[in-house]
């Protein structure tokens, strides 16, 4: 029987995965875990709890005497905030792995589910189609957290066998819950400025190509993932998944279908060297062939979802 439990569930893709989760294994094996006192009512359904990643004894002990058998290692800072505070970025995007893997390792946990991201790309990968392999030198505290995951996680599955599965997720984006402190955030937030008063200054410029993906897609990608048979998943590094490329002025373009009168407008930040540093676009055909990863939702889709459901009272 799964016992799943997710560490860091209020976050962007924490808010949306328990959910499918429960709706999948039953409300009793999914155990929603965060930092925070409970601030998501939806959680309501099954078990919270507080935990800090940090607290290597905390974890180890709800693993173990909970019989849990899959985590989903979702807390972490992103590459905006992380910028900010490097040194605390490292710890938590480092610590809590290996709190996690060692547990694998040690036999109290089957599986485990370990986020990368397209910030393991850096200036000198090539930026179109990027491939599964290719030139990785990270150039953001982020990045460079989410490279060294990566290699760790194929570490200990090679030496150790634990089976643990990752995808370099794109900027994802959703209407649930807001992301918090990433680069990518601007195809987020643009969807409540258009809603709420037809205008948004965005902070990286135009023609900023960026991967994204609708939360949807990210979600059954990663359940798809965790599922398929373990011969299947060949890569324990971490999957490229493409999902939709965008720029501030493409997809404000689509927005203004819908909105004819919304308006974008320019003053760029720090977060465009960071985003300089991505890729545009992603090739994820290994997904595709070892798990018949297929995404659904195209640029026009996502848009209408987005702007029939973002609750602008939210912001
Ligand atoms: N969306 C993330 C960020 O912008 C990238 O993984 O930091």
Same mark, same amino acid.
């Not at 150790?160 to 955030?185: A, C, E, F, Q």
């Not at 919304?262 to 985003?275: P, V």
């Given at each position: 029987?799964?016992?799943i439990l997710?560490?860091?569930?209020?976050?962007?893709?924490g808010?949306?995965?328990v959910?499918e989760?429960?709706k999948?294994?039953g409300?009793e094996?999914?155990?929603?875990?965060d930092?925070h006192?409970?601030?998501?009512?939806?959680?309501? %359904?099954?078990e919270y &709890?507080?935990m800090d &990643?940090?607290?290597?004894?905390q974890?180890?002990?709800y693993?173990?005497?909970? @019989?849990?058998?899959?985590?989903?290692? $979702?807390?972490?800072l $992103?590459?905006a905030t992380a910028?900010k505070?490097?040194?605390?970025?490292?710890?938590?995007n480092?610590?809590g792995l290996?709190?996690i893997?060692?547990?694998a390792k040690?036999?109290?946990l089957?599986?485990i589910?370990?986020?990368?991201?397209?910030? &393991?790309?850096?200036?000198?990968t090539?930026?179109?189609?990027?491939?599964?392999?290719?030139?990785?030198?990270?150039?953001?505290?982020?990045?460079?957290s989410?490279?060294?995951g990566e290699r760790?996680?194929?570490? +200990?599955?090679?030496?150790?066998g634990? =089976?643990?599965?990752?995808?370099?997720?794109?900027?994802l984006?959703?209407?649930?819950?807001?992301?918090? %402190?990433g680069?990518?955030?601007?195809?987020?937030?643009?969807f409540?400025?258009?809603?709420?008063?037809?205008? +948004?200054t965005?902070?990286?410029?135009?023609n900023?190509g960026?991967?994204?993906m609708f939360m949807?897609d990210?979600?059954?990608?990663?359940i798809?993932?965790?599922?398929?048979?373990?011969e299947n998943?060949?890569?324990?590094s971490?999957?490229?998944?493409?999902g939709?490329?965008?720029?501030?002025?493409? $997809?404000?373009?689509?927005?203004?279908?819908h909105?004819?009168?919304?308006e974008?407008? +320019?003053?760029? =930040?720090?977060?465009?060297?960071?985003?300089?540093s991505?890729?545009?676009?992603?090739d994820?055909?290994?997904? @595709?062939?070892?798990?018949?990863?297929?995404?659904?939702?195209?640029?026009?889709?996502m &848009?209408?979802?987005?702007?029939?459901?973002?609750?602008?009272?939210?912001?």
């Amino acid at each position: 029987m799964k016992k799943i439990l997710i560490i860091g569930a209020c976050g962007q893709i924490g808010t949306e995965l328990v959910l499918e989760l429960r709706k999948r294994f039953g409300n009793e094996n999914v155990i929603a875990a965060d930092i925070h006192d409970m601030e998501n009512s939806q959680f309501l %359904g099954g078990e919270y &709890v507080k935990m800090d &990643v940090l607290n290597q004894e905390q974890v180890r002990t709800y693993v173990i005497d909970n @019989k849990i058998t899959e985590v989903y290692l $979702l807390a972490a800072l $992103l590459s905006a905030t992380a910028e900010k505070n490097p040194d605390f970025a490292w710890k938590l995007n480092m610590e809590g792995l290996f709190t996690i893997l060692d547990l694998a390792k040690d036999g109290y946990l089957e599986k485990i589910f370990w986020p990368s991201s397209i910030a &393991v790309f850096g200036p000198t990968t090539p930026k179109d189609l990027t491939p599964q392999y290719t030139i990785m030198e990270p150039s953001t505290v982020y990045g460079i957290s989410k490279q060294a995951g990566e290699r760790w996680c194929e570490y +200990y599955f090679n030496k150790h066998g634990v =089976d643990v599965r990752s995808i370099r997720y794109p900027g994802l984006i959703s209407h649930t819950s807001l992301p918090g %402190g990433g680069t990518t955030d601007y195809a987020v937030d643009i969807f409540y400025h258009a809603k709420k008063t037809e205008k +948004y200054t965005c902070f990286l410029s135009e023609n900023t190509g960026l991967p994204m993906m609708f939360m949807e897609d990210a979600i059954r990608a990663t359940i798809e993932l965790m599922e398929a048979p373990a011969e299947n998943v060949k890569i324990r590094s971490s999957y490229n998944l493409s999902g939709i490329s965008l720029t501030p002025k493409t $997809l404000s373009a689509e927005i203004k279908k819908h909105i004819p009168n919304f308006e974008i407008s +320019y003053q760029i =930040d720090f977060r465009q060297k960071i985003a300089d540093s991505w890729p545009n676009s992603i090739d994820d055909s290994v997904a @595709k062939k070892d798990w018949n990863w297929q995404e659904e939702f195209t640029m026009q889709k996502m &848009v209408l979802e987005m702007l029939s459901h973002v609750d602008i009272s939210k912001i």
